[in-house]
């Protein structure tokens, strides 16, 4: 009997050591294959930065996409991310983010380790990666949208609550600001559940606020501006919410009251609490001052180096359109609308607004009996100007105030360009001696005003200097949009759309004066960011700003309606209802108050733009001659026809603009010069230089100035 035992005991060690020798053997079978599975994946990864750097992007990111298929590689697919939004593309940035959170996703589901540790926590550190990024430099709706999808994996288990304190208020204020009430409740929910204090606390005020239970919120808040909760600062962002609960409620003396405790206790600067201000300014009728608080407002927050958005906007748009009607100025009011409702297509207030306004706008129409009043700004001090002039013309330009809008303007008989909301501008010719000028502007209700001054020309002497016609030195501003990766399969994606901008970004950069801070990109852009990017360019510039516009990507032409169109990354190729019209694109441009504006394309049938088929002292006089009129120019990379994906238009624009040695180039001198011959030599296209008629062009061209 005990050697049986003994046997058996032998036996059950046998089948022991057996089966740990199996089990160690299939692990190090396991990790042999799970290390030259991540070797093989890094190596992928490898090969695909070489080929970035070689500007196949789009074979690039297939190869990191397959990679991380094949072994997740999140490390790796978050620093391209970070890389990607650095350059501006926002889209293809949350793309290769989405991947790797699918990838790690499947692990912590599935309770399998990553690199020895928890998935949890790697995934954690992606969404916050994710979320940080977007909330900082990329898209602030994708942020709060991530933001819900982390919450719901730490509900659910499956990511650890990494740095979610360090997000949750930003997280909060942006799903009110953006009306996004649903993400608000679900931040509320798991702030609540995991003994997030700060989420707790503020998700709690502004939902209430969004219910509309003011005095509950007002209530909540005051008691914590007193007693304080559990984290830092918190009596101070009681505070800050209070201002909201009361301007909503409609309680602007307290609301007044507290922004004061608020600016004092925060040490808030006017752009942050711009639209408190206004609104303070719209209860008390300072609308003047509103109107510059909301402005300001709307202008990019800056934290140290970086340069934020300001997320709802759609509210301060609105805010400053009421401001405008205190003015009754209609028209401003009513542009105010519409751009809050680009940005929140279904923002109440605004919809209310603009519906109450035109029905306004409609009886003022039929009561005023009172043409526009004109200001003439350029040339000043008109009245009794004498003018020594280098050309045949002289540029006026003026404000038509009208709360009917203007309809039309003519100078001397002749229709120049004008715009509803008053502003007009055209050239006069002028001859030696007295030129008497006469300007009618009509405004919307058939109401005309006239206005006669004289202007005195005296011959000019070779080295004579025109009248400078502003006082303030305009700043260089540059949009780069740049469409490459295309939703639609029936669309090709391109490869070289934002290596091109990018170039052509830096040389501006480097050689001619264009701030950082003031070029912006909108890489793989939907149609609906165009619009916005737009209206952000609005605000920022000035009447006596430059801006370059520069788009590659694919155009189409339709022969049968004779009109041309961008496709923008979310154009569906039978859908002609989702392509971008030439014509939305020139009324926009006509919209931005720039000087001197020049577009430069790189697409197919880029030559549809056409109507038809700060400068110093020592500059020549033919130069500060055309640098004073407004301009409006197009260089485009082919007439009607199809351009091919590489460029032979961007090598030889890239070339005359890093080659050039003058101080001042103008963009039809590098067209003739450098460009035009070159690229019909070298391809089939046609490249064009132009004016832009329809977007307000009176003369002059577009200036570069060498630093």
């Known amino acids: 009997m005990k050697l049986i035992a003994n046997q058996f005991e032998k036996s059950i060690k046998t089948r022991y050591l057996l089966t740990l020798v199996l089990i160690i053997f299939s692990l190090n079978v396991i990790g042999q294959a799970r290390y030259k599975a991540e070797t093989d994946a890094m190596a992928i990864i490898k090969g695909a ?4 750097k070689d500007g196949r992007v789009l074979e690039a990111d297939k190869m990191v996409f397959d990679a991380n298929e094949a072994y997740p590689l999140p490390f790796s697919l978050d620093e391209i991310a970070r890389d990607k939004l650095k350059l501006g593309d926002v889209k293809g940035a949350n793309k290769l983010w989405d991947a790797a959170i699918y990838r790690i996703r499947q692990l912590a589901v599935n309770k399998e380790p990553y690199n020895g540790q928890k998935a949890s926590n790697t995934l954690g550190y ?10 900082t430099s990329g898209d602030t709706k994708i942020g709060v949208e991530v933001t819900c999808n982390f919450v719901k994996d730490i509900n659910d288990g499956f990511a650890a609550k990494t740095n979610f304190e360090a997000i949750v208020f930003l997280a909060v204020e942006n799903a009110y600001l953006l009306n996004d009430f649903n993400s608000l409740k679900l931040l509320y929910d ?3 559940k995991i003994g997030s204090e700060r989420g707790t606390v503020t998700a709690k005020a502004y939902l209430l606020i969004s219910e509309k239970k003011y005095d509950e ?6 008691d914590i501006a007193e007693k304080g909760a559990g984290f830092m600062m918190s009596k101070n962002l009681a505070k800050y919410i209070l201002v909201l609960a009361y301007s909503s409620k409609g309680d602007y003396q307290n609301m007044s ?9 925060f040490a808030m600067t006017d752009r942050t609490m711009g639209n408190y201000y206004g609104l303070r300014a719209l209860y008390n009728k300072e609308y003047d001052k509103a109107v510059g608080f909301f402005t300001e407002a709307m202008k990019p927050a800056r934290f140290l180096s970086i340069t934020v958005e300001r997320p709802g906007k759609f509210r301060f748009y609105t805010n400053r359109a009421e401001a405008y009607i205190g003015l009754k100025d ?20 605004a919809l209310d607004g603009l519906a109450k306004l035109e029905g306004s706008q409609a009886v003022a129409r039929k009561t005023d009996k009172t043409g526009p009043e004109i200001k003439i700004l350029e ?3 008109m009245r009794g100007l004498i003018v020594v002039a280098t050309g045949k013309d002289i540029m006026i330009k003026g404000k038509a105030i009208d709360p009917s809008g203007l ?10 360009y004008a715009k509803e909301e008053g502003d007009f501008w055209g050239s006069v010719i002028l001859k030696d001696g007295i030129n008497k000028i006469e300007i009618v502007v009509t405004d919307l209700a058939g109401n005309p005003t006239k206005q006669i001054f004289e202007i005195e020309k005296t011959k000019a002497p070779v080295d004579a200097v025109p009248i400078a016609v502003t006082e303030k030195q305009g700043k260089n501003y540059a949009i780069f949009i740049a469409s490459q990766n295309y939703d639609d399969a029936a669309i090709p994606s391109l490869e070289n759309p934002i290596a091109d901008a990018i170039k052509l970004k830096l040389i501006l950069k480097n050689s001619y004066n264009f701030s950082e801070d003031n070029i912006y990109t909108l890489f793989n852009p939907q149609r609906d960011d165009f619009k916005k990017k737009f209206l952000e360019l609005r605000e920022a510039l000035q009447p006596e700003d430059k801006l370059v516009i520069f788009y590659a990507g694919h155009g189409i032409w339709v022969d049968k309606e004779k009109k041309g169109y961008w496709l923008l990354t979310d154009a569906q190729r039978n859908d002609v209802n989702t392509w971008l019209p030439n014509k939305n694109v020139l009324d926009m441009i006509a919209e931005l108050p720039a000087r001197h504006t020049l577009l430069i394309t790189d697409a197919c049938f880029s030559g549809s733009v056409f109507k038809s088929r700060g400068i110093g002292t020592d500059a020549p006089a033919a130069i500060r001659e055309m640098d004073s009129k407004i301009t409006r120019v197009a260089i485009t990379s082919g007439n009607d026809t199809e351009v091919p994906d590489v460029s032979v238009f961007m090598k030889y624009l890239v070339k005359a603009l890093s080659e050039n040695k003058e101080k001042y180039l103008t963009a039809q001198k590098m067209f003739i010069n450098q460009i035009i011959e070159a690229v019909m030599t070298e391809s089939k296209t046609e490249p064009r230089y132009g004016t832009l008629e329809l977007a307000g062009h009176i003369g002059g061209d577009f200036i570069f100035t060498h630093k």
Do not use: H, M, W
């Open 126 to 135: 992606l969404y916050y990666s994710q979320i940080n990024s977007n909330f």
């Open 330 to 349: 209609f028209v401003l009011a009513k542009k105010d609308y519409e751009a809050a409702l680009v940005l929140a297509p279904d923002y109440q207030p």
């Open 407 to 416: 309809k039309s303007a003519t100078i001397n008989g002749l229709d120049v």
């Open 49 to 52: 930065e070489k080929l970035r």
């Open 217 to 222: 919120a007002i209530s909540y808040l005051n």
């Open 379 to 381: 040339p000043a001090n």
């Open 190 to 192: 798991t702030s609540v």
């Open 257 to 265: 009251l507290t922004i004061d405790k608020v600016a004092k206790g």
